[in-house]
């Protein structure tokens, strides 16, 4: 398969023509157009090159003598002279520079021409000498927006949270579904694995329509710019910032598409070894015995089925053992969200909440919960409006009335997230701490201690016998703060001698717990909470991608309090 390709390549060269000026943009505008042909044609031209030769393409519409050769040059030499000429001409860094939010094709040859940025590191000086507000076509607030782009590319490596990117695919999945285009259509990759960040997004379509489809996805509203488009793969640059693939794949190969698409790479990999040991071939087409015929490839559970195995839930494949245990039969049965029963961090405008205690718990009934436990701030979070004892109690009279008000149809708890002092108190008396039904600590200041200093510090704040919960264990920030240091064997030992449960925080921002603390922490046996860490209605909502973590973790629905009923949950709070 050759279009894409060429399409791609076609493009570049016409981009770097259009950076002579006028003399060569009639050029270029015969290169975008070829390119544009070559990349919806249902035809491969390496196919028409060896069908009906050199006057097979010039038949295309937009493909002259010359661009027939350069078609036919690639397909025999797997290169373009004129391509790597312009190339050396204009050594640009186009895949890293356009990642950049603010900056698309058009923008980074004009900064090289007027600054010679050829790449990150260049962009990065030319910023920091304001160098580029003074370029024409560009001014202080673009060069302001650029900078933030280029912050982000540095701190992130690009990569986006799954808060952001997940609702980003799902919007676009759902129009697609709507295009009365596609027969199938669904979110692969990191994305479906449900990994913290995500590096670009995959989408797969099964479409009898894939030319229509293309144009479809190209024309979406979220799209900033086309990377590449041909027949069966389209890859664009999302507004928000992330590049996302959209794959045509046939029906019979879907199930395989779907598997291979959603990796992670290294659990891909593993898989074909396996056929292969049984005398299978499995690509993203299917799975195929010796005779080259095809004995899986529709459905994915078909695919794992037929290499002898269960079926592994995409947030499990990560190659991290999973495999063996399918083999065995022997695969956790993961927790979901179906499972879980009630919320136990939610904050309120009596601290730094947005929406009031009468709200949040309006919101725990439409969920359908069977309880929601209220947890605002301790006196030491004075930013964040945090309450002293005499404040909590008036504050837990307000949770009664509430009750009442409420009846039988939500158990509301009284908590509050309690700082964890520098020298491991809490920020409560004792008497306030008794009147709660649950205490969810959390340490929030003094956060550069060493790591035995820290450990210590959490270590006596459980050994005082008053933290029920321990909440975002390390507090880091994804993409901003790398968080608190702490020995984990001896925090997770003393967690399980203690009876303490461990928060996974659900603020994509956070997901803390993250997966890999999850598997080490259940070596110690230790119980799990997920909290959502609330401070306005909405974000009750974010307990899906705690859950994505915990499933990530192996976790069941037995590893989970928040996941058992009211009377099963206050005794694993109770020790
Ligand atoms: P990301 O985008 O960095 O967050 O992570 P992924 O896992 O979405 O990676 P991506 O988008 O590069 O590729 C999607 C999936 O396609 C990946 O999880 C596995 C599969 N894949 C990509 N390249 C290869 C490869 O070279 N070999 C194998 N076996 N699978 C691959
Ligand atoms: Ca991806
Ligand atoms: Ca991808």
């Given amino acids: 398969m050759y279009n894409s390709k060429i399409s791609e390549l076609f493009n570049e060269i016409a981009d770097m023509l259009d950076l002579e000026g006028d003399a060569r943009s009639f050029e270029a505008r015969a290169y975008r157009k070829a390119a544009l042909v070559i990349g919806s044609l249902q035809e491969d031209v390496?196919?028409?090159?060896?069908?009906?030769?050199?006057?097979?393409?010039?038949?295309?519409?937009?493909?002259?003598?010359?661009?027939?050769?350069?078609?036919?040059?690639?397909?025999?030499?797997?290169?373009?002279?004129?391509?790597?000429?312009?190339?050396?001409?204009?050594?640009?860094?186009?895949?890293?520079l356009t990642k950049i939010q603010g900056l698309g094709a058009k923008r980074v040859f004009k900064l090289y021409k007027a600054l010679g940025v050829k790449n990150v590191d260049d962009l990065r000086k030319a910023l920091e000498n304001h160098k580029i507000r003074g370029i024409e076509g560009f001014g202080e607030k673009s060069e302001e927006e650029i900078k933030k782009g280029l912050d982000f590319f540095f701190s992130t490596g690009g990569r986006m949270l799954i808060g952001t990117a997940?609702?980003?695919?799902?919007?676009?999945?759902?129009?697609?579904?709507?295009?009365?285009?596609?027969?199938?259509?669904?979110?692969?990759?990191?994305?479906?694995?449900?990994?913290?960040?995500?590096?670009?997004?995959?989408?797969?379509?099964?479409?009898?329509?894939?030319?229509?489809?293309?144009?479809?996805?190209?024309?979406?509203?979220?799209?900033?710019?086309?990377?590449?488009?041909?027949?069966?793969?389209?890859?664009?640059?999302?507004?928000?910032?992330?590049?996302?693939?959209?794959?045509?794949?046939?029906?019979?190969?879907?199930?395989?598409?779907?598997?291979?698409?959603?990796?992670?790479?290294?659990?891909?990999?593993?898989?074909?070894?396996?056929?292969?040991?049984?005398?299978?071939?499995?690509?993203?087409?299917?799975?195929?015995?010796?005779?080259?015929r095809r004995v899986a490839g529709s459905d994915?559970?078909?695919?794992?089925?037929?290499?002898?195995?269960?079926?592994?839930?995409?947030?499990?494949?990560?190659?991290?053992?999973?495999?063996?245990?399918?083999?065995?039969?022997?695969?956790?049965?993961?927790?979901?969200?179906?499972?879980?029963?009630?919320?136990?961090?939610?904050?309120?405008?009596?601290?730094?909440?947005?929406?009031?205690?009468?709200?949040?718990?309006?919101?725990?009934?439409?969920?359908?919960?069977?309880?929601?436990?209220?947890?605002?701030?301790?006196?030491?979070?004075?930013?964040?409006?945090?309450?002293?004892?005499?404040?909590?109690?008036?504050?837990?009279?307000?949770?009664?009335?509430?009750?009442?008000?409420?009846g039988d149809s939500i158990k509301v708890l009284k908590s509050g997230e309690i700082d964890i002092l520098k020298d491991g108190s809490l920020d409560l008396s004792n008497k306030t701490l008794e009147m709660m039904d649950y205490r969810l600590c959390a340490v929030h200041t003094n956060i550069n201690m060493s790591k035995e200093q820290m450990t210590n510090r959490i270590i006596k704040a459980f050994e005082s016998g008053y933290v029920d919960i321990l909440a975002h264990p390390t507090d880091r920030l994804i993409n901003e703060r790398a968080g608190i240091q702490l020995d984990f064997d001896r925090l997770f030992q003393s967690a399980a001698d203690n009876g303490v449960v461990l928060e996974i925080n659900a603020s994509p921002g956070r997901l803390d717990l993250n997966d890999e603390l999850i598997l080490k922490a259940s070596q110690y046996k230790v119980k799990f909470i997920i909290g959502t860490d609330s401070h306005k209605v909405e974000h009750m909502d974010f307990m899906r991608y705690g859950i994505g973590m915990a499933r990530r973790g192996w976790l069941e629905k037995k590893d989970i309090i928040n996941a058992g009923d009211i009377k099963s949950l206050l005794k694993a709070l109770n020790r």
Avoid at 50 to 76: F, S
Avoid at 246 to 273: D, I
Avoid at 332 to 350: F, S
């Fill in 300 to 406: 994915e559970k078909e695919v794992y089925a037929k290499l002898g195995m269960d079926y592994i839930e995409p947030e499990m494949r990560e190659a991290r053992g999973e495999i063996e245990l399918a083999q065995q039969h022997r695969l956790p049965k993961l927790v979901t969200i179906n499972d879980i029963r009630g919320d136990l961090h939610v904050h309120t405008t009596h601290t730094d909440g947005l929406n009031t205690l009468d709200e949040m718990v309006q919101k725990a009934v439409s969920l359908g919960y069977d309880y929601v436990g209220i947890s605002d701030h301790t006196k030491s979070e004075y930013v964040a409006g945090g309450m002293n004892d005499k404040q909590f109690v008036s504050y837990f009279k307000e949770i009664d009335e509430l009750q009442k008000r409420v």
């Fill in 46 to 96: 390496g196919d028409i090159l060896k069908n009906k030769g050199i006057d097979g393409l010039t038949e295309l519409p937009g493909v002259g003598k010359t661009l027939a050769e350069r078609i036919k040059e690639y397909v025999e030499t797997g290169k373009i002279k004129k391509y790597e000429d312009l190339k050396k001409q204009y050594p640009i860094d186009f895949d890293s």
């Fill in 166 to 292: 997940l609702p980003e695919a799902e919007s676009i999945v759902r129009k697609i579904e709507a295009s009365g285009l596609a027969q199938k259509v669904t979110i692969a990759g990191s994305t479906r694995r449900m990994r913290e960040t995500v590096g670009d997004l995959d989408i797969l379509i099964v479409s009898s329509k894939s030319d229509k489809m293309m144009d479809f996805v190209a024309g979406l509203d979220e799209v900033e710019n086309i990377v590449v488009k041909g027949p069966t793969k389209t890859t664009v640059m999302l507004k928000i910032g992330l590049t996302c693939d959209f794959r045509v794949v046939e029906k019979e190969s879907f199930g395989s598409a779907l598997q291979y698409f959603t990796g992670n790479k290294e659990h891909n990999v593993q898989l074909r070894q396996i056929a292969i040991k049984q005398g299978y071939k499995l690509n993203e087409y299917g799975i195929f015995d010796k005779a080259d």
